[in-house]
């Protein structure tokens, strides 16, 4: 089984290596007078994690997503990302970044800012950060049912449907492989949310 995943993984990576290195235009000013709390930030990564969702979702063009909040006069994205532990003592967690490292060179290349049209005054923004002080787990089983760990766009879904928007609008993928069996959000089910109004991308 192990020698299966390796073979596969590295099919995978050989099938995407061209399209996350595609050459693209660089990033411009963000528009930061038009952000607002509780948009999404969607990313294309460059690394394995990103490619196996591509492959998974096969239509989309962004890999993950996280939730923009405001601390003081910095904006931030708080997500839940595998991959990126900050040291030996670190683990796959929520945790929150700048906007401009959660769009830099070696961790995207491809990128989009999108309103939601959240009403002013919903929990989303605040349960985020929560998520993020608590350090929650990223869900390395994708399992929807439980909350006590989370995957990317699960996180995401998970506190928009709290405060009563159902992001993905009931949109879900079959998938049996990678350590996943059984109904998964990609990226792409949020996107196609019919509320949403992109107003940059990379």
Request: hydrophobic share 35%; glycine share 8%.
């Amino acid at each position: 089984m192990m020698r299966r995943l390796f073979v596969i993984t590295v099919l995978l990576n050989a099938a995407l290596l061209a399209a996350c290195n595609e050459k693209r235009p660089g990033r411009t000013q963000f528009p930061f007078e038009e952000i607002t709390e509780g948009d999404l930030a969607f990313r294309c990564g460059r690394g394995i994690f990103s490619r196996a969702v591509l492959s998974a979702d096969g239509s989309s063009v962004y890999s993950h997503v996280g939730i923009v909040v405001r601390e003081g006069e910095r904006w931030k994205v708080v997500h839940a990302v595998p991959g990126e532990r900050e040291s030996s003592r670190d683990f796959d967690r929520v945790k929150k970044e700048d906007l401009e490292i959660f769009f830099s060179h070696d961790k995207a290349y491809r990128g989009c800012l999108v309103h939601t049209g959240l009403p002013a005054g919903s929990s989303v923004c605040k349960d985020a950060l929560d998520f993020a002080r608590d350090s929650i787990p990223f869900d390395n089983r994708y399992e929807l049912e439980d909350s006590s760990a989370v995957y990317c766009t699960e996180f995401v879904w998970l506190l928009y449907r709290r405060a009563g928007i159902d992001l993905t609008e009931g949109r879900r993928r079959e998938i049996h492989a990678f350590h996943v069996d059984g109904p998964l959000i990609l990226p792409e089910h949020i996107l196609q949310y019919s509320g949403n109004t992109e107003y940059y991308k990379y």
